[in-house]
């Protein structure tokens, strides 16, 4: 089955400097990703839709200048917390998008837990 | 705007009961409903989809466009079951959106 990764799958860091965390898809290619965070005992909410090729697409509320997303191939996103903050403290969640014709289907990665200092 | 509910965060159901995991969905076009589970120290995984009419691991859900619904059912619930259920709704712009989520703890 198709296979999404992310690294680190931790970090710890401190207040403002930055942070990358990649997310690559595997054995399929994938011209859009997502990346979600995830608060704890909460649900996915969508940060931001990355499309290869072109500027991410953010959700309302979310800074763009703080959350910076790349990508830059069919199989690497990455998401950079710029000048992170404790509040940024959180699970991020990538996931692909393996388009088949009019199907299609999300992988998600494994997540990756931040925690700011 | 597409939104999710799944009413119930909780759920507890002994060995061998029943089992049915609730949402609702609003969008004003044609979705795509899915259900995602996720295990303890898991990734989010895909449990089944509207589309696919299938039963996975003994689970099923039926969308009832009427009540903009789509449960999620098993007749005899599994001690293997216990996880977190999200539904998730996907429109036209093929992005999910999800629900709250509803633990499900099943009791021996």
């Known amino acids: 089955g198709a296979v999404v990764s992310q690294h680190p799958s931790w970090v710890i860091c401190k207040s403002g400097t930055s942070v990358k965390i990649e997310c690559r898809s595997l054995?399929?290619?994938?011209?859009?990703m997502f990346w979600y965070r995830q608060f704890p005992k909460q649900s996915l909410m969508l940060m931001a839709t990355?499309?290869?090729?072109?500027?991410?697409?953010?959700e309302q509320g979310v800074e763009k200048d703080k959350f910076l997303i790349n990508h830059a191939s069919l199989t690497l996103s990455t998401l950079t917390v710029t000048s992170a903050h404790p509040e940024d403290s959180s699970f991020y969640i990538c996931s692909a998008r393996l388009d088949r014709g009019r199907r299609y289907e999300q992988y998600f990665g494994p997540g990756t837990r931040l925690t700011v200092t | 705007a597409q939104r999710v509910t799944q009413p119930e965060k909780l759920l507890s159901v002994f060995k061998g009961a029943p089992v049915e995991l609730k949402c609702n969905y609003s969008y004003s076009g044609s979705p795509e409903l899915f259900w995602y589970v996720q295990y303890s120290r898991q990734r989010l995984q895909l449990l089944l989809r509207?589309?696919s009419r299938e039963s996975i691991k003994g689970f099923t859900a039926d969308l009832n466009k009427g009540e903009t619904s789509f449960h999620l059912k098993k007749p005899f619930a599994q001690e293997e079951d216990s996880a977190m259920y999200y539904c998730a709704l996907s429109g036209s712009a093929r992005q999910l959106t999800f629900g709250s989520g509803t633990q499900l703890t099943v009791l021996p």
């Open positions: 990355s499309n290869e090729g072109s500027k991410a697409t953010y």
């Open positions: 054995d399929f290619q994938a011209t859009t």
């Open positions: 509207h589309i």
